[in-house]
């Protein structure tokens, strides 16, 4: 079995520069058929450049990249026709109805005009749809337009999906129906590659991710490796009343295995948190507030890169 | 393995697309064509402003230019060259309303494409690529011209602006003199960050050109050293050759000259096109 059978991407010291600057530096991952891969990251990070280049849209400056083991730089087109891409900012025609969207979008690949229109009725109803298919998009609720761009996306039957922040600006609600579509893909044997600054969205959608910062990977893994190689199993978040809260760190020296200053609050990491409260309590220092929590990966975020991951 | 007996049928290609694995590539009119899709279906919601405007437009040219100071310059002096004004005004106006349209054509919806609704961008994440995009919309332009110098001309027709049916050449040379601006002007605006530009051209190029191009006097009126800038912009080709092609007798060699010069404008500005448009919608 070749490499582009199983590894549907494959990125090796992948660059991208703007003039002088680089915005993607040197990057190394692979994803492999039927997993949901992630690049997780703050703003800046070089996730939208990352994602540009392995949608065959933005040239790869430096380094090697393949989908389905051919080059973009020759193969772009063919590389394309397998690929579903919902960027970041979607590209709907709002001036057009919800369906007409799908149905040029559709045209765009060479779908014959029977095939788009029956496939836009399934895809109208695997994103909740249906009833607005005759309606303008530009009234449509951000949720609504996202689902239609992941609709849109789907319309070529893709082997991988490419999603850069699916769910940033939306409310909760909106959020799960969004996830519990991304789910039903997954399952349904599409390869899913996107990219969050939500530590949750990472967890509950990913399988493998990578953790960028300016441009570079800092750690890869699933969410779970992450935070054991990263982080303890629990945090005790202590909150004090000043407004320096960098003074209190040397008062808890030895309470955990370590001690993170926030703006706002003091993070205190430590296998068992409740005994690290106590601890805390026993020593004489007075908290605000404290609470214990078990570590996410916006604490490994903050480990590796000494900033939160949303600011 | 089966040896295929036939060629695959058409259905079986394009539902092949949506299917796992390599996917049948598209041909170039496919691809063309899918972006004309797109194009006929934002003309379908918009057709009815226009075309409102495409008659009125050339009613109150010819009631003010061609009838109005007709009867005036053929009372006073017999017409131009002993051509009737409204004859020698009308195969010119045609060729210059095409350059308002390649203007209306090729500025805001093409900016609109890159920055605004980024349709552009919609296309060129699918196996459509920039050249794709740039000929599908440019032959959508030039359709739409087509149809734009069809009203205006049955108009005119009505109003005795042609005196004979070789001025049928006038609608071919009139869509080559809007492509002689819409390429051109396609490379323009996919360099443009704003509309600011949109008003220099609108203000400092096209109402100059209309001015002085001989759309509403010969040329040879102007002061002798604005003659040769006339010659170089393509109106005055395109004011000419149509021209040449309504006279009933037409004169080939002119006509043809002229062709060529608009054609030249359209091979050049498709070159500058391309890398504009690479060079702002591919990084
Ligand atoms: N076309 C461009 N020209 C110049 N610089 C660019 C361009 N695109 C991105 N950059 C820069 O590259 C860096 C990485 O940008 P990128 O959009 O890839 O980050 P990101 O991780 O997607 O961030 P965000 O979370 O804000 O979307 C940023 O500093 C950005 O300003
Ligand atoms: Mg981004």
Known sequence: ??????????????????????????????????????????????????????????????????????DPATDGPAIR???????????????LTVEENLWIYGRYFGLSRREVRERAGELLDFAQLTERAGDKVEPLSGGMKRRLTIARSLINGPEILLLDEPTTGLDPQARHILWDRLFRLKRSGVTLVLTTHYMDEAEQLCDRLVVMDHGRIVAEGSPQQLIKEYSSREVLELRFDT????????????????????????LVYADDGDAAASEVHRRGVEPLSSLVRRSTLEDVFLHLTGRSLVD | MAVPTSRPTTAARTDARARPGPRPALSGAERCLAVIDY??????????????????????????????????????????????????????????????????????????????????HAMLATPLGVRDVLVGHLLAVAGHMTVATAIFMAVAALF????????????PVAVLTGMAFAVPIFAFTARQEGDSGFNILFRFVMTPLMLFSGTFFPVGQLPVWMQPVAWLTPLWHGVSASRAASSGDVDWPVLLGHVAVLALFIGAGWWLAVRSFAARLVR
Not at chain 1, 81 to 95: H, S
Not at chain 1, 243 to 265: F, I, M, S, Y
Request: aromatic letters at 10%.
């Open chain 1, 1 to 70: 079995m070749s490499d582009g059978e199983t590894t549907l991407v494959r990125a090796r010291g992948l660059t991208k520069t703007f003039g002088g600057f680089t915005a993607v530096d040197g990057v190394d991952f692979a994803v492999t058929r039927g997993e949901c891969f992630g690049f997780l990251g703050p703003n800046g990070a070089g996730k939208s450049s990352t994602m540009r280049m392995v949608g065959c849209v933005s040239p790869v400056t430096g380094g090697e990249l393949r989908l389905f083991g051919l």
């Open chain 1, 81 to 95: 026709a397998r690929l579903g891409v919902v960027p970041q900012r979607d590209t709907l025609d709002e001036e």
């Open chain 1, 243 to 266: 407004d320096e809260h960098g003074e209190w760190a040397p008062e808890l020296v030895g309470v955990g295995e370590r001690v993170e200053v926030l703006p706002d609050r003091l």
């Open chain 2, 39 to 120: 194009l006929l279906v934002v003309y379908r919601r918009t057709w009815r402003g226009s075309i409102i405007e495409r008659f009125l437009s050339p009613v109150f040219f010819l009631l003010s230019m061609g009838v109005g100071l007709g009867a005036l310059v053929d009372r006073r002096s017999g017409g131009v060259g002993g051509v009737p004004y409204l004859e020698f005004v009308v195969p010119a106006i045609v060729a210059t309303q095409a350059m308002w349209v390649a203007m209306g054509e090729s500025t805001y919806q093409v900016l609109g494409y890159i920055k605004w609704n980024m349709a552009y």
């Open chain 2, 160 to 171: 005795g602006g042609f005196s004979s049916w070789w001025a049928l050449l006038c609608l």
